[in-house]
């Protein structure tokens, strides 16, 4: 059987350069913000879940993009079904990874609220920010969510690549942002909290969204960053897109279609990846595609600033 080399990247902490054995099918879903029948449908689509709410995708890996939570009011429940995949896939010898997005980063730092539905205010308990604070529980569980994750040629993160990476840099940003989330160092890392290049708040590659194209300057950078870690692309969420799309002439695919009902009830889409080399496809449900600027729920500009810290912001100046 042919296998796939997965370099975590600081999967774990006593796993941070580790290899794995993948199977010849990738699965990758964007956002999903709380809303598990929309989670449950796309992952059918993809041949991923049966019909029956189990693990039907064999020896293949699933790469969710980040931001599970807020938003939605099933954050708890779509937390536990990724546990359930979990356990599920790898007893098949497939594989499920889970991403960290802008939005985990912000209910660890206790500045979600804003985004959270009135149920998920005490869905995990009287005090939502005392249930996500770094060292509890919750947290623990996200610090086994890599901010990037690189298979094969292609990597993956929840919004951009940052313009100077390398292996080893994406590695230690993973080490860091899980002991940080174990309680193991009093503040995240500066990159999660915003600015250009920002893995998991920078909107360079995904807007505009629609498969209009980035500047030229940013798709530039994107090639010679992806040079110096030895992809073909990167594969993002964050943005909402009318459809999954790619730009920078297949640089950057664009995966977050706003498919939960508490963002823009967007396209039930997934991207392929597969065969040698490597061969992308999009999975789509039906042909019908909305346009994404329609009813959609996007971030404001908090952690965005290219020019301004927001370490002021988070409380941690």
Not at 55 to 67: P, R, S
Not at 172 to 192: A, C, I, K, V
Not at 252 to 257: E, I, Q
């Amino acid at each position: 059987m042919r296998t796939r080399r997965l370099h975590t990247l600081g999967l774990s902490l006593l796993h941070a350069s580790a290899a794995y054995g993948l199977a010849a099918r990738l699965v990758a879903v964007g956002d999903l913000h709380g809303d598990l029948q929309s989670t449950k449908r796309v992952l059918r689509v993809a041949g991923i879940l049966g019909e029956d709410g189990h693990w039907a995708g064999k020896d293949a890996t699933l790469v969710q993009l980040g931001d599970l939570l807020d938003r939605g009011t099933q954050e708890a429940e779509l937390l536990s079904f990724f546990r359930q995949l979990k356990r599920e896939s790898a007893a098949a010898g497939g594989k499920v990874v889970t991403l960290l997005g802008n939005h985990e980063v912000l209910n660890a730092l206790g500045k979600a609220t804003p985004f959270v539905s009135y149920q998920g205010l005490t869905d995990f308990g009287p005090s939502r920010e005392a249930a996500f604070a770094p060292g509890g529980a919750l947290a623990t569980e996200l610090a086994s969510y890599p901010v990037s994750m690189i298979i094969d040629d292609t990597v993956f993160v929840h919004a951009s690549l940052p313009y100077d990476a390398t292996r080893e840099s994406l590695a230690s940003l993973n080490e860091e942002t899980s002991r940080w989330l174990l309680g193991e160092r009093p503040h995240p890392p500066q990159s999660l909290l915003g600015g250009r290049g920002s893995p998991v708040w920078c909107r360079s590659l995904s807007n505009p969204p629609d498969w209009r194209e980035p500047a030229m300057s940013d798709c530039r950078a994107l090639e010679k960053a992806l040079a110096r870690i030895g992809c073909s692309r990167v594969v993002v969420g964050h943005t909402p897109q009318a459809s999954i799309n790619n730009a920078c002439n297949g640089a950057v695919w664009r995966c977050d279609t706003g498919m939960s009902r508490y963002v823009c009830g967007g396209a039930c889409e997934a991207l392929e990846i597969s065969g040698t080399p490597s061969k992308v496809r999009v999975i789509q449900e039906s042909e019908e595609i909305a346009d994404s600027s329609d009813g959609c729920y996007v971030d404001s500009q908090v952690g965005e600033s290219v020019e301004e810290s927001t370490t002021s912001y988070f409380g941690l100046s």
